[in-house]
């Protein structure tokens, strides 16, 4: 473990955790709707939205009635992306006519958006037109992020409210969420990144003539075709958001996406930076602060041992390239360690650190090839997103599962001491720990039934659509096989969006059961999250009293973290075992 | 319900065209004032003519020329229209014929190199479009172009370490050589060597 790295992820864990405190406390003041700077600034914009849109920011809603507008919105958000990608060769800024996205990929590519996933099937630069990219992903990245913000509030409200009926109104959540958090965010991350070298820009791809015209007689090409477009604006939102989806294939590697080690540094910042400030949010708007520090010291104290056995993983290299004689030792000229699927300009660490962050929140977006990692470098971001993406984890999402993990952590003392389990006053009984057992063991069965599945034969191999013949999907025999299909439901069952891209999932059975796993994951959560705000906003407050287990103590961090990890560990072994540590096992053999 | 479906598609649009067309359009014209060059994909230009861009990798084959990393890209290496990496895995039996492949080629061109292969050299990159190097992958074939141009070696490593730039901030990211300008500064060494360098005034 060079100095550096260490140094690299301090620097990071500095900056991140100096943000959390202002940006979370105006979060909260925006979502109270105490007076803060930008809403006399914007407030007639917010108005005049609600006025036509028929919204009356002052009436209420039930949980009922908040999970109908949260599925109507998204409903309607699905139906407009998926037209405009099928209908994109008849409407303009498509300076490079592309056609029509396929009905299954549209599906996918639609749900993926819609549900924050932003699996990747598409190829942007050579499928997607500017318009689709920035009226239909744009907006979704956007919305998607704003829709878990306000759930996650409305569950907020639930814990920190005495019997009440309602929870909030979520066209006023979802209005702010974006109109003061997320566009004023990034619209300084946008130009921002420009400055690096992101391109932002509405012409036509660029045609260049290559600087060694040597190749055009050796039979390959002299030139070379630059892909352009608005890109900045959108790799903004994407980070912001916690949405991942990129504008070009390559995602955060592409040098048009990522140029420079700041715009690296940026980007990884703005990955984890809502999520952990929205635990502050938490802890203002439940009037204590120190239960939003104890989840957040619970995130940290998984993700900083977990980014650093991924930094010594990938630093120690592959058999493959000891084999052949090659240095995979560090120095001040040579980044050494496992290269393949990295950026010279990233290196191992930035590229290690970069990983565990994307799949800790449930980003995606990558800056290195994760399927070309160590067995154990790769394990670690499997297995990251896998605990349910809780550490740190999606917008809103993140934070609300883990509070559906404080709820069973509560419930597994109260268990211990044999009295009523109660979290920031609100008695924990059976009603909520049904919902928080649902929303715990979804993700888990999604992922481990959809493996089962696709290995049992429809996702081993497929007929290709322009040769007719079959071929396998895997680009990797063996244990390596299986950690794709297993890695690829586990991103998608969690929401997260990044893949081992080594496994063709552009067919029909993988785009059509990768956007089941992307619904389910997201929709059966919010809706049992939703009743449990209902259910704790009608709750009286029970006095404290001297049996009261304190949730912000070190002791009960330590029980969430065990909660967690147990959890994570008992489900998924069994399958890690089939895959990352058999490939590891047989490295190492060799 | 009815009024759920109303309120939702009103401000479906709204908000779509507040962040999908009006945000895009202000950083567009934000950008363009403030970094026009960046924004348009920092192109290289020569009397006119687009050579590239400083930030996308280009392959290099000829022995004048320092080489890039490999890259995965198809249907051509560093085809800027389908960016991406290899995706092979660490014990694929592909990757182990890649990089025997990758070293043969490299040992038969640099008979006389100095340091063992860097890794850079055998793998490929993630978006197939790196343009940088690592210096020690530079330094690896600084004895080849350094023949294949006639020129002293210890020329070529000074061009080298004018074209290196460190960590950002000392340590942020990786130590690198971009490859285009490191070649283009070659090409325009040489012409100057050749041409005379142009002097001003009399």
Known sequence: MSTNACLQLSLYLVVLLACVKPLGAYMARVYQGRPFVLDRVLGWLERSLYRLAGVNDQAEMTWRQYATAVLVFNGIGFLALYALLRLQGFLPLNPQKFGAVRPDLAFNTSVSFVTNTNWQSYGGESSLSYLSQMLGLGVQNFVSAATGMSVLVALIRGLARRSSETIGNFWVDLTRSVLYILLPLSLVLALVLVSQGVVQNFRPYERASLIDSSGAEANTVAEQTLPMGPAASQIAIKQLGTNGGGFFNANSSHPYENPTPLSNFLQMLAILLIPAALCHTFGVMAGDTRQGRAILAAMLAVFVPLALGTVVAEQAGTSILAKNGISQRASSSSPGGNMEGKETRFGITDSALWAC????????????????????????????????????????????????????????????????????GKKIEVYEMKMASLIILIPPLLVLIGTAVAVSGPGLAARDRDTGTVAALSNTPGAHGFTEILYTYSSTGNNNGSAFSGLSTDVPFYNLTLAVAMLAARFWLIIPILAVAGSLARKKSAPQSAGTLPTHTPLFVGLLVCVVLLVGALTFVPALALGPIVEQLQMTSH | MKSALRSGLVLFLLLSLLTGAAYPGLVTLVARVAFPHRANGSLILRDGHVQGSRLIGQPFRDARYFWGRPSATTPTPYNALSSGGSNLGPTNPAQDKAVKARLAELHAAHPDARIPVPVDLVTASASGLDPHISPAAAQYQVPRVARARGLAEERVLQLVRACTEGRTLGLLGEPRVNLLRLNLTLDNTERDATFGVPHAGK
């Open chain 1, 357 to 424: 962050a994307t799949t800790a929140a449930s980003n995606g977006c990558v800056n290195s090839m994760h399927d070309s990692f160590t067995p154990l470098g790769g394990l670690i971001p499997l297995w990251l997103m896998q605990l349910g993406e809780v550490v740190f984890g999606g917008m809103g999402s993140g934070l609300y599962g883990m509070l559906m993990f404080v709820v069973v952590a509560v419930f597994v003392a109260g268990l211990m001491v044999g009295r009523t389990p109660e979290y920031l």
